[in-house]
């Protein structure tokens, strides 16, 4: 250590050191006592450190500081960590010292809140050298035997010495190493620690966390009757619907005569009869008209229409029309068909017309 006269040989053994409340650093301005003594060896004085405060500040600030940075780094208070609260909780385990005004509070709370929820309440000393192994193995113990479906730890206000055993590292990752989701409630509003930081969930006093984790029991009931009341309203009406249902098929004509139902499907089989007759009628009759156009239009071009009308056709015996004179020579045995038969002729002389 030095000041501006110069520096000071100076030595803190293992027995001061572990009381240490924060790391000491390079360049830090520091408080120390202890006592001075000649080094032996080479004749120069030497510190025997026995305490070391920073200068300014407290050394529980400096030690909350730095471990606050250092969980930070290693991603403790990360939200992607934080686990949900159950909505609603069967047992509930409390973690904070049997003794203090805190667990009373909380369990009044709870009772009147939610009283089917069950509390397990683990007794932990929450101050002093002893607190933060107690508490860090409280939250293991319930999470190993799975004692509940939440855990609250915290305990009531106090100076920053009172309340440094949640600003221990053991408490902090055995908190984030918790498969049950952890609250952390410890002192007053203002009041902050590293177990606020790493928990699940924070309550701003442990009454604040009786009331965050578990539902309102009057809340409740004014939702269930709520819903009650609406179901009930929809349960009527459709009561009343199914009631003029009822009236309405009570005095339907297939329930008043129950030959009914077999007349109206004699009437409804009469009447597709006659409109499948009326169809079919329909359609025959277009058919047959159809059919009458097309025999008078191919009996209009029938050749024994143009015969009849004193034209003839001839053919050589081979049955070949004859459509020019050059078809036949003189000689040739020749059939004219006339309007009523066929002729036999024989070609005596030609004459072609110009």
Known sequence: MKDQDGALRSVMFKGSATKLRF?????????????????????A?????????????????????QLKEKLYQEGLFDQQYKKPLPAYPQTIAI???????????????????????????????????EAPAEIAGAIRFANRHQLADV??????????????????????RAIFASDLPVISAVGHE????????VADARASTPSNAAEIVVPDQGELLRNLQSMGGSLNYLQSQRIEQLRLQWDKLATSRVLVNQMAYVEDKSMMLSYLQQ??????????????????????????????????????????????????????????????TVGDGILH?????????Q
Not at 23 to 43: E, H, L, T, W
Not at 152 to 171: H, K, P, Q
Not at 278 to 302: C, E, F, P, T, Y
Not at 345 to 353: F, R
Request: proline share 4%.
């Open 23 to 43: 790391q000491p650093q390079n360049g830090m301005k520091v408080i120390a006592s202890g006592r001075i003594a000649v080094f032996p060896r080479d004749g």
């Open 45 to 65: 004085y030497q510190l025997y450190c026995t305490s070391l405060s920073p200068d300014g500040i407290g050394d529980l600030y400096v030690a909350f500081e």
């Open 95 to 129: 973690i904070t010292s049997s003794a203090g005004a805190a667990v009373h509070d909380m369990i009044r709370i709870l009772r009147s809140r939610y009283p089917i929820a069950k509390v397990k309440l683990l007794p932990v000393r929450v101050q002093g050298v």
């Open 151 to 172: 855990i609250i730890t915290g305990r009531g206000g106090g100076s920053m010495e009172d309340l440094w055993a949640f600003n221990d590292e053991r408490v902090a």
């Open 190 to 197: 203002p009041d902050v620690t590293i177990a606020d930081f």
């Open 275 to 336: 409109r499948f007759g009326d169809v079919s009628a329909n359609i025959l009759g277009r058919k047959q008209q159809s059919l009458a156009v097309l025999a008078s239009s191919l009996d209009a071009m029938s050749p024994l229409k143009v015969l009849g009308r004193g034209y003839a056709m001839v053919q050589t015996k081979g049955g070949v029309i004859v459509k020019n004179c050059g078809d036949v020579a003189v000689g040739d045995q020749i059939n004219v």
């Open 345 to 353: 002729c024989q070609v005596s002389e030609k004459e072609t017309i």
